[in-house]
C-alpha cells in the first residue's frame, strides 16, 4: 500500500518536471510571438520615419526679388487679365541672373532658372495681390527650391555622398556659393500641409487627401453605424430565428470576406451608373466604404448585444418594459462600448481602404483641396499609391511622409475609442 | 402563524414522520392535484394549464387558484416545472420563442393570454423577483424609480422620490442606502442586491409578485431577512414564491404547492403538507427520499 503511494508520488513528481518544462516552453513561444511582433512594428517604423522625416523640411533659396512692371507687363493692378498673364517667374529668372552674373549660355541659363521651384511665380503673384504697393519695389524672399535641389541639397550631409540626380556639377557649384552666403536653408515645409497634390514634389501636399479622407469617413460612419446597429438590434432582439435569418446571417457573414474592389465594382455599378452621383467624390467614397464596412460593424454589434447578460434584459421585462423600452434603456447602452469598437475597427479598415476607391475615380490627380461632399477628392492610402508610382526621388520621401500622417490619423481615431469607450463604460 | 412555523420546522418534520399517514397510496400522479388547490375568491386562477417547450411538454394539465394576500409557495424536486409555471403566470415565457402555453389562466377574471391582455401591463400588475439578483447596472435610485418612470406613475420628482423612499422602506433596506442612493446598485451585496431587486419590484404597486428562487443565491442571514420582508409583504401583495427549500416553504407560505415532473401533485394548507401530506408523492419528498 506504502510503496504503491510512493511510487505514485514518484510519478507525480516525475510528470510535474515535465509538465512545468512544457509550461516554461509555451509561455517562451508566446514571448517570441509578442517579440517578434513587436519588432516588426518598429522595424517599419523606423523605415518610414527615417525615410519620411525630411519630407517635413523644405530647402527655399534667398532671393532679391524685384517687382519691375515692365518684366510683369502690369500697368494696372486691377486688370485681372493682366495679373493672369504676368509673368511672374521672369522676376525669379532676373533676380537669379543679377545674383550670377556670369552664367551666359543658353542652356546654363535655363539650369539657373531652375535652381527655384517652378511653382514660384504663383507665390509672389499671390504676394503682390495682397501687397499692391510692392509692385516697382525691392524686396528680400525665401523662395521654394526645386525638387532636384532640395533632394540634393538634403542628401549633402550623407555618409555614401550626396544624391546628385540630375543636379550637374555646375547647378552644384551655385549651390556651394548659395549655401556660403547663407542664401539656402532647411525649413519647415508648409506647403506639404496646407496644399493638395501637384506633379511638382516641392509644391505636392497632403491636406487635400486628408480633407478627402474626412469628408469620405464622415460619409462611412454617419451611414454604416446606425445602419449597423439598426440592423444587429433588429436582428438579435426581434426577428425570429428562421430559414430567412438565418440566410440572412450566412451572407452578412460572407460580405464581411468579399474583396474589397468587389464593393468598389459594385458602387460604380450602382452609385455611379445606375444613380448618377459624381466620380471622384467623397460622397461616392463613403458610400461604397459604408457598404464595406456594414458587415464588420453588424457583427460585432451583434456580438456585443449577446454578451449583454439575459438577466438584465428580464429585469427590464419584469417590471414592465416594451421590448423597444428594454432595448433602449437597457440592452444599447451596454452593448454600446463593443459596438463603438467595432465601429472604429470598421472606420480604421475604411481609413486604409484603397481597392474600392480605385474603381469610382478617387485615383484622380486633384490638385484643389475638396471643401465638401461632392467635390472631387483623393483619400491618404490613394495618395500615397499615387506618390510610391510617381518617378520624382523627391516623392519617396513624400510618400513615406504621406504613411505617416495615415498612421497619425489611424492613431487619432483609435485613441479617440479608446476613450469613448472609457466614459461609455464607467457608467457601468 | 409564520413563526411558530420557523420555530419548530425541524422538530415538526421529525414529527411528522412519526405520525404521518398518506391518504394516497400510489405514486400515480392525480387527475387533479389533490387536496384544496381552489379557494373562494381568487386573485389568480389557472386551469387546464399545458405549457411546451418545442415539442417537450414541460407542465401538464395544472389547476390551481391564488388567493388574496396569500403566500403560495411552490415546491418539489429540480426541473419538476414549477419556474416555468411562474413565469407562465406573467408571461415571462413569452421571451422564449419556443414556448407554448396552453388553458386558462385568469388575473381578476380576466384572461391572460387573450389577445386584449397587453402583456406590458399585466406585467406592471404582476411583477417578479428572480433567481439571481438582478440590478440594472445603474443607481439606487435609479433602479427603484426606473418602473413608475416608465409607467408614468410620477408626474413631479417629489412624487417620485416618495415612491423610491417607501418602496425601499418597504424593502427593509432604506436604513442601509439612504445616503448613498445615486451609487450603483451592483455595489451592493448580495442580500441587498436581491432587497432592491423587491423594492424595485414593489415600486410600481404591483398587485401579484412572483419569487423564483428569491434566496437560492443569498446566505442564512440575508435569507432570513428576504423572508420576513416576505411576511410583511403579504399583508398588502399576494405572492407566489418557487423554493427548494422545504424549510423555508414551511416558513413562510400559507399554502404549498407540490410539483412533480410537471405534475401538481398536491396543494394544502403549508401545516398540513408537511405534517400530514395526503399524497404518496409528497410524503417521499419532503422526508427527502428523493429530491
Known sequence: MTESKQSHTAIIQRSLARRYRAEKRFRAYGLMAITFGLLCVALLFTDIISKGYKAFLQTSIQLNITYDADVLGISDLNNKQQVALADFQGLVKKSLQARFPDVTGRKEKRDLVSLVSSGAGYDLRDRLIANPQLLGNTETLWLSADDDIDTYYKSMGDENGAFTGRTSEMRQGWIETLKQDGDIKLGLNRVFFTHGDSREPEQAGIWGAAMGSLFTLIITLSLSFPIGVAAAVYLEEFAPRNRWTDLIEVNINNLAAVPSIIFGLLGLAIFINFFHVPRSVPLVGGLVLTLMTLPTIIISSRASIKAVPPSIREAAIGVGASPMQVVLHHVLPLAMPGMLTGAIIGMAQALGETAPLLMIGMVAFIVDIPGGFTEPATVLPVQIFLWADSPERAFVEKTSAAIMVLLAFLIMMNTLAVVLRKRLERRW | ?291
Open chain 2, 1 to 291: 402563524m409564520v413563526n411558530k412555523l420557523v420555530t419548530d420546522t425541524a422538530e415538526m418534520l421529525e414529527e411528522k414522520t412519526a405520525s404521518r399517514k398518506a391518504v394516497v397510496h400510489s405514486t400515480a400522479y392525480p387527475e387533479q392535484a389533490i387536496g384544496s388547490p381552489f379557494v373562494k375568491n381568487p386573485k389568480m386562477s389557472m386551469r387546464n394549464v399545458d405549457v411546451f417547450y418545442g415539442e417537450k411538454q414541460a407542465i401538464f394539465n395544472v389547476n390551481v387558484d391564488i388567493g388574496q394576500n396569500e403566500v403560495i409557495a411552490m415546491i418539489g424536486p429540480s426541473g419538476c416545472g414549477k419556474s416555468t409555471f411562474l413565469r407562465s403566470i406573467n408571461r415571462m415565457n413569452d421571451t422564449v420563442d419556443s414556448c407554448r402555453v396552453k388553458g386558462e389562466l385568469t388575473l381578476d377574471g380576466e384572461d391572460i393570454y387573450s389577445a386584449k391582455m397587453d402583456p406590458v401591463a399585466l406585467r406592471a400588475r404582476v411583477g417578479m423577483v428572480f433567481q439571481k439578483p438582478n440590478p440594472f447596472p445603474k443607481s439606487i435610485y435609479d433602479n427603484v424609480s426606473y418602473g413608475p418612470r416608465l409607467h408614468g406613475l410620477a408626474s413631479r420628482r417629489a412624487e417620485l422620490d416618495e415612491i423610491v423612499e417607501m418602496s425601499l422602506h418597504r424593502a427593509g433596506l432604506w436604513e442601509e442606502v439612504k445616503d448613498r442612493l445615486d451609487q450603483p446598485g451592483t455595489g451592493l451585496s448580495g442580500g441587498q442586491q436581491q432587497r432592491l431587486c423587491i423594492a424595485r419590484a414593489i415600486a410600481i404597486s404591483p398587485e401579484v409578485i412572483l419569487m423564483d428562487e428569491p434566496c437560492s443565491a443569498l446566505d442564512p442571514i440575508a435569507t432570513a431577512k428576504i423572508e420576513e420582508l416576505i411576511a410583511e409583504l403579504s399583508e398588502n401583495y399576494t405572492i407566489a414564491i418557487v423554493t427548494h427549500s422545504m424549510q423555508q416553504a414551511a416558513r413562510v407560505s400559507h399554502r404549498t404547492a407540490y410539483f412533480h415532473l410537471g405534475h401538481l401533485v398536491e396543494v394544502n394548507d403549508t401545516e398540513k403538507v408537511f405534517t400530514a401530506p395526503e399524497h404518496e408523492l409528497t410524503e417521499a419528498y419532503i422526508t427527502g427520499r428523493f429530491g
